[in-house]
Structures are given as structure tokens and as C-alpha cells.
């Protein structure tokens, strides 16, 4: 009925109500549920989760074990209670009238793999921001694309494909944050290059077939290990216990010459305590840009030993990858006429490289409130990128020019190779201990170290002169060693009010060959210390609503380049970030919605200005104040039973208090500066949003309308309109059909249509400002994604 209806009619509608509810009131009691949750030893469980099937209705066991679950319609339902370490129960009640129930769950037969990343995730008590993505998730878009483009709709995320298709080179940015800002591990154990502190997703090709979920934190987070947290975690967990045995194939196909095939298998626990599983990938595609082809390969086998209050799991997985340079983007006097332009004509421009993953992990009961998790890894990557560069100079490369006759041959073609061969090893470990009352607790943290090897080759050249073949004309080894040790601890204060408490305490020490303060290029160390301490409150206000807020400090060392390209009187400082977040949520029947606020105050954020430093790098500089302010809005609504709508929206302002931009003079070989206040930080858009439309007309039939929404984002930090990338909006149709023949536990039908309304949008770029003939140019590169294409795929589980 319109607002505009009269006050008559108003009248009959609140009579005809009141009516219906006299003649019918068990239609619209409300009754609740009460009860305990305990071990079968008569021990209470603080914190198991009790969930509503079918519903976003849920609560957590308070420090007692008791829950209560209010404003609940008549009828039947079933609660789903589980906790960590113990058996999910399923209860169904008939609801007829106010219900108390007494709830008994048992430890697992087996130690679960959850234990080993227990202590650097979030909970429902950690007052920060965070999104759980599971592995059921996760299948509905691994059609073979990396695992940024998986993760596209969970909020404040922002991906990109050098390639334009999600194959290959993929990026992420989580609130405005690039890669080398995000923190990822693999099981607890850091993942992230130790120099550059980015993560390449292209080096584990189809990892996300053998993960069982994935957690994001926003914002600093919780203590983790690995480089810190600018932006957001990314926690990553392979292992899952599968009782059962299983085998799996996925096959998958579409647009620009996509495919993927895997096959996966597992024993199952055999003779109640070994467990093998395995997978073997294949992905190709020949990108949506010229020639910018990805071929990749990778397998994963975990084996592993459980016992009552133990197990050891050993994983090895490895990613082979070989993909045709696209780094260099478009052009923008391109992108209207020719948006697939590759700038490389070179038949082998390509990047190769594999890097080789081992894990030994594993987890012991001490005692009933204690546990012990200790993993060792090592990673072993070896590869290169190979370049044709015209008329290079021999100088260069520290090569004689060459005479023949009366000519001096100052320059030749030739074809380069840059080598990376690096090793990585280390430990990780926890001790989590829980009171099964009002406290718990995490000990831990890790050690690591990075040997890395730099070189360059040439492997041919038009005039050779007097060299060989595989000339190695330069030679930088690195060592990084990584420390660091954390504490935490939750304490229920009060049946509503819970508190943590959490510190951590990271050494890094970092030998490279750099430039000293006589501009001669040595061997070189830094060594820091960080201290980053966090806190937050948790107050519940009913079974339906909470609230939380946190701070936390962070601080991020320079990366390789801002190290080896500068001297002891140029290098940059290292990065603070305090992180203040607060936060509401509120689950009922029908709705899930949370709504949570960010500041994060930066001091010293390194940033590219144009500035050439004392060795004529243009090397990142500090800029002393600089912010992220942003409301994240999360919501999943069951609009009817068989109509389901996910939504969420970022709206932030990104700035830099002030900031000097240099530019190129070509006009007098000089530089000129100019000053700015108030500017965006760049790739920063003020507003991103997802959202899932998912409707279930049948049983086995799912119909998702996918949409991304990304506002303008600036290329650099001077918010010029002609530097930026504009704001797009696009829109996917995604299909799954399943079925559950007798010979087979489920055979899955999917259908993605990308990007259907053939939005024509590029989602990275840079820019490079510079005077020439008394005028400010800029010359701006971009990376266009695909337009409207599909990839349809079937996966088949035994």
C-alpha cells in the first residue's frame, strides 16, 4: 500500500491485523531456545557456534556454554552446532512454545587441520573486519582463473589481469592496497616474496582446487607471520582431513582459448590414521591481449598421520608457469582503436619459472587446555624473463664497444635473460591454550630466511664482439632473515563483554648489494625492529546484535628497490600504520548485516613522487602523513525462500596531507617540483561494490546475477583528471546445475558469462608526467579486461 493511502484505509489494515492475530496468534508468536553446550565429560564449551539451518540466525556459547536464541517463529528447525575440535551435531526441534536444550559434543577421532591456523585467524570475538571464503565458494568460480579474480566480490577488493582474462599475471588490492601491502600465508606459513613483498598467485596455478578456505582480514588484523599487514591478510589453509576416499575431475573451457583440466584423489583415513591426497593441473589460455599466452602446470600432494591428540602432514605442491610479457599495457592513444596492443613482437618475450612448496606441519594435544603447532618449510624458485632489446649499448653491460676496420660499434640488438633463483626456509609455531571458560590464548611466531640470486645473461647479440654465449653481466645476492614472536589472549569479561589483547615483537635483517654515500655499488645491510600491539573490545547486546571496536599498530620494512637503488643518506624510513576499526553487526532469520568503520593513520607511507634520487633512481620516498577513511557495508538477505541477495559496498576517502610531485624538464635536463594538498592516494577508488543475486528455482539449479561496481581510481598522487582510471561496472550471469547420480557423489554443470554487457574498462595502469617544449605531458599505459566472453565447465566427484 502507497504512503498516500488514506487514513480510512489505514484504519481496516491495522483492524484486519489485529484481527488475523487474535484468531491466530501461534502464527505470529515469538518463542526462543535456551541451553548449555558441554564435552561428553561434562565440561562446558564457551564459544561453539549455534547456527539456524537455512537462516542468517546464529549465536556463540558464552564463557558458561549457555546460548540463547530469541524472536524465533513456530515450527520445525534444526540448530547446527559446532566447534573447533569437536564434532558438528545437527538438533531438530519442533517449535510450539519456548524450548531449553542440553547439547553433548565429542572430541573428533582425529585432531582437525584447523588447529595450525587457529592462532592467526580472526573470530567472532577479534573486533576487526574479515571475511571467511570456503571451499564450496571458491568452486563455483575455479574455472581457471588465479585466486584474486575468485575472490572479486568479497568487499573492498579490487583485482586486475595483466593478460585481461584472470590467467597468468593477476593482481589484488584490498582497500586501495597493492600486493606487497597484503599479507599472505599458506597454512599459517608466510608466502609473500621476502624483497619485494608482493605475492604471485601465477606461481601456484590452480592452487585454489586444493584450498579448504580462505580468510581475508581487512586492515591490520591479527599478529600473523610473514611481512606486515598494510592493507589486509590473506590466510589461506589446504589441509582437510577426508575421511572418506574420493576421486574428482574438472574440465573446463571458453573464451580466447581458455581450458583447465584437473584430476584430484585421496584415500581417505586409512586404518584410522594415514591419509593421502594429490591433484595434478593443467591451465592454457591465450589471453584476451595480443600473444599474452599462459601455460601452466602444478600438482599437490599432502600426506599425512592422525592420531587421537596428534597428527604430522607433509605437503609438497609445485607451480611450473611460462606466459608472453603483457606488462607493458596500452597505450592510450591505442585504447580506442587497438585495445589488445602488446608492444612486444619478440616470439620468446616470455616470463619462466617454478617455484617447488614443501611443508611439514603438525599439531599436538599437551593436555586438555593445551596445544602445540609446529610447521618447517622450504621453498625452492628458479626462472627467468627473457627480452629482446634493440640497439642496446654495450656500456651497459659492462661490455667493450666493438671495432671492426675503421668503425666503432657503440651498440647492438640482443636478447637478454634476468634469472631469479631463490630459497626460502623456515619454521612457524603456536602454543594455543584454552581455559574452556573465560580465557584463551595463542603463543607464537616464526623464523625465516631468503637467499636470493640475481643475474643477468646474454644470450645473444647481432655483433657479438668479443663475448659468450650466456654472458652473465651482473651478479646480486641477497639474505633476508625474518623474527618475530606474538602473544594473545581473549578474556570474557562478562557474559556481553569480551576483550583481546595482542602483541607482536618482528626483527628483519636484510644483506643486499647497494649504492654507499660514494655511489659505488657493495654489499650492504639493515637491521629493524618492530614493535605492533593490538586491542579491542566485543559487547554483545543480544543473541541478534553486537558490536566491537580495535586499534592496532603496524609498521612495514622498505622493499628491495628502496634498499638496493638509494644510498644510506637517501633510503626511505620504514612505514607506521595505526588502525582504529569499529564495527556492528546484526544476524537475524531473513538478514545478516554488518556495518564497519575504518581510520588508518599512515606515517611515513612510501610512495613513487618523480623525485631521482642521489643515484638517479626514481625510488619511492615518504610521505610523512597520509590516510584511509571508509565505511564497509556487508549484507546477505534472503529475499524469499528461493531468492538470496549478498551484497557489499566500500565507500572510503584516501588522502595524502601533502605531497610534492617532480617532474622531467626535457626543455633544461633539470627537474622541476610542484606541491599539492589534500590528494587521493593512488588506485585508491572512493567507492567499491559486489554483489550476488542468486536465485534456486529448483533443486540442484542455482541462476547468479554478479555485479562489480569500482569508482575512478588516480595512477598517481596528484589527482589529475587525465591520470586516472575511470570508475567501471560490470556485470556476469552464472549458471550451476548439479545432479547426484547413483554412480557418482555429485556431477556439477557450471556456465560463467563475463562481463555480459560487454563493458569496455581497464582496471590498472600507470602514468609518467613530464615537461617538454614548455608543456606538462603524460604519457599513460593501461591494461584493458576482456569484454563480453564465457567459460563453462563440469567437475565430476567420486
Known amino acids: 500500500m502507497k504512503k498516500g493511502t488514506s487514513g480510512r484505509h489505514s484504519v481496516y489494515l491495522t483492524s484486519l491485523v489485529a484481527l488475523l492475530w487474535l484468531c491466530n496468534s501461534s502464527v505470529w508468536a515469538q518463542f526462543t531456545i535456551s541451553g548449555t553446550v558441554n564435552d561428553v565429560d561434562g565440561g562446558t564449551l564457551p564459544g561453539a557456534a549455534i547456527t539456524l539451518e537455512g537462516t542468517y540466525k546464529g549465536t556463540f556459547t558464552d564463557a558458561n556454554g549457555a546460548f540463547l536464541l530469541t524472536n524465533l517463529k513456530p515450527g520445525s528447525l534444526s540448530l547446527r552446532i559446532s566447534l573447533l575440535g569437536y564434532e558438528t551435531q545437527m538438533q531438530a526441534l519442533e517449535l510450539t512454545q519456548n524450548a531449553t536444550v542440553s547439547i553433548n559434543l565429542k572430541k573428533t577421532a582425529v585432531a582437525v587441520d584447523e588447529v595450525v591456523v587457529s592462532a592467526t585467524r580472526a573470530n567472532q570475538k577479534s573486533a576487526i573486519a574479515y571475511t571467511d571464503v570456503t571451499r564450496r565458494d571458491l568452486n563455483k ?404 546484535s553486537t558490536v566491537y571496536g580495535s586499534v592496532g599498530v603496524g609498521h612495514r620494512e622498505p622493499n628491495r628497490n628502496d634498499y638496493t637503488q638509494s644510498t644510506p643518506e637517501s633510503r626511505p624510513k620504514a612505514e607506521r600504520l595505526i588502525d582504529y576499526e569499529a564495527g556492528y553487526k546484526i544476524q537475524t532469520e531473513q538478514i545478516a548485516f554488518t556495518v564497519n568503520a575504518y581510520y588508518m593513520n599512515y606515517q611515513n607511507q612510501l610512495v613513487l613522487s618523480g623525485q631521482l634520487n642521489d643515484v638517479g633512481a626514481y625510488n619511492r620516498v615518504n610521505i610523512p602523513v597520509s590516510y584511509r577513511a571508509g565505511l564497509e557495508l556487508e549484507a546477505g538477505i534472503r529475499l524469499a525462500k528461493q531468492l538470496r541477495w549478498n551484497v557489499n559496498a566500500t565507500f572510503s576517502r584516501n588522502k595524502i596531507q601533502n605531497f610534492t610531485e617532480y617532474l622531467d624538464n626535457f626543455d633544461n635536463g633539470q627537474q622541476e617540483s610542484r606541491q599539492y594538498s589534500e590528494t587521493d592516494i593512488s588506485f585508491s577508488p572512493n567507492a567499491i561494490a559486489g554483489s550476488q543475486l542468486l536465485f534456486t528455482p529448483v533443486k540442484g539449479l542455482e541462476l547468479g546475477l554478479l555485479s562489480k561496481y569500482v569508482g575512478k581510481q588516480y595512477m598517481d598522487n596528484t589527482s589529475n583528471e587525465n591520470r586516472q582510471l575511470n570508475a567501471y561496472f560490470t556485470n556476469d550471469i552464472r549458471v550451476i546445475y548439479s545432479i547426484k547420480p547413483k554412480f557418482a557423489q555429485e556431477i556439477a554443470f557450471t556456465l560463467l558469462f563475463n562481463n555480459v554487457l560487454n563493458e569496455l574498462y581497464e582496471s590498472n595502469g600507470y602514468t609518467y608526467a613530464y615537461i617538454s617544449e614548455g608543456k606538462v605531458t603524460a604519457d599513460n599505459g593501461y591494461y584493458p579486461q576482456a569484454g563480453r566472453n564465457f567459460l563453462a565447465g563440469v567437475r565430476i566427484r567420486f
Open 141 to 544: 568460480l575455479n574455472l581457471g582463473q588465479d585466486i584474486p579474480q575468485l575472490l572479486n566480490f568479497t568487499p573492498s577488493i579490487v583485482t586486475t589481469s595483466d593478460a585481461g582474462t584472470g590467467v597468468g599475471y593477476t593482481g589484488i588490492r584490498i582497500r586501495g592496497s597493492d600486493a606487497t601491502r597484503v599479507n599472505v600465508t599458506l597454512n599459517g606459513i608466510p608466502y609473500n616474496d621476502a624483497e619485494s613483498q608482493g605475492t604471485y598467485f601465477v606461481d601456484m596455478p590452480d592452487f585454489a582446487s586444493s584450498v579448504s578456505s580462505i580468510q581475508i582480514q581487512r586492515g591490520i588484523g591479527t599478529s600473523t607471520n610473514g611481512a606486515g599487514a598494510f592493507g589486509a591478510s590473506v590466510n589461506i589453509q589446504t589441509n582437510k582431513l577426508e575421511d572418506k576416499p574420493y576421486a574428482e575431475a574438472n574440465l573446463s573451457g571458453g573464451s580466447f582459448g581458455t581450458r583447465k583440466v584437473n584430476v584430484l584423489a585421496g584415500t581417505g583415513l586409512l586404518n584410522n590414521h594415514f591419509v593421502l591426497d594429490a591433484r595434478l593441473s593443467k591451465i592454457y589460455s591465450d589471453g584476451y591481449i595480443d600473444r599474452a599466452f599462459s601455460d601452466l602446470r602444478s600438482f599437490y600432494v599432502s600426506g599425512g598421520y592422525y592420531s587421537k591428540k596428534s597428527f604430522i602432514r607433509l605437503n609438497v605442491f609445485s607451480g611450473q608457469e611460462q606466459t608472453y610479457q603483457a606488462w607493458n599495457g596500452v597505450p592510450e592513444a591505442l585504447l580506442k582503436t587497438n585495445r589488445t596492443y602488446n608492444s612486444f613482437t619478440y616470439d620468446n618475450q616470455t616470463d619462466n619459472y617454478q617455484q617447488d612448496n614443501y611443508q611439514l606441519i603438525s599439531s599436538h594435544e599437551l593436555s586438555k587446555n593445551w596445544r602445540a603447532n609446529l610447521s618447517f618449510f622450504y621453498t625452492k624458485g628458479k626462472g627467468y624473463y627473457e627480452e629482446f632489446k634493440p640497439e642496446d649499448v654495450y656500456s651497459k653491460y659492462g661490455l667493450p664497444n666493438v671495432v671492426i676496420g675503421d668503425s666503432t660499434i657503440t651498440q647492438t640488438d640482443l636478447i637478454r635473460r634476468l634469472w631469479l633463483d631463490n630459497n626460502f626456509y623456515g619454521t612457524v609455531f603456536s602454543f594455543d591454550y584454552n581455559s574452556f571458560g573465560k580465557l584463551t590464548a595463542n603463543i607464537g611466531g616464526g623464523w625465516n630466511q631468503y637467499q636470493g640470486a640475481h643475474y643477468g645473461e646474454i644470450i645473444w647479440a647481432r655483433v657479438a664482439g668479443n663475448t659468450d654465449i650466456r654472458q652473465r653481466y651482473y651478479n646480486d645476492d641477497a639474505t633476508k632473515r625474518d623474527f618475530n614472536v606474538y602473544a594473545k589472549a581473549f578474556y570474557q569479561f562478562s557474559p556481553k563483554v569480551n576483550g583481546f589483547v595482542d602483541a607482536q615483537i618482528r626483527q628483519v635483517y636484510y644483506s643486499f648489494l647497494g649504492f654507499n654515500s660514494k655511489l659505488q655499488n657493495v654489499q650492504q645491510d639493515a637491521t629493524l625492529t618492530f614493535f605492533n600491539p593490538k586491542a579491542g573490545i566485543t559487547y554483545t547486546i543480544n543473541d541478534r
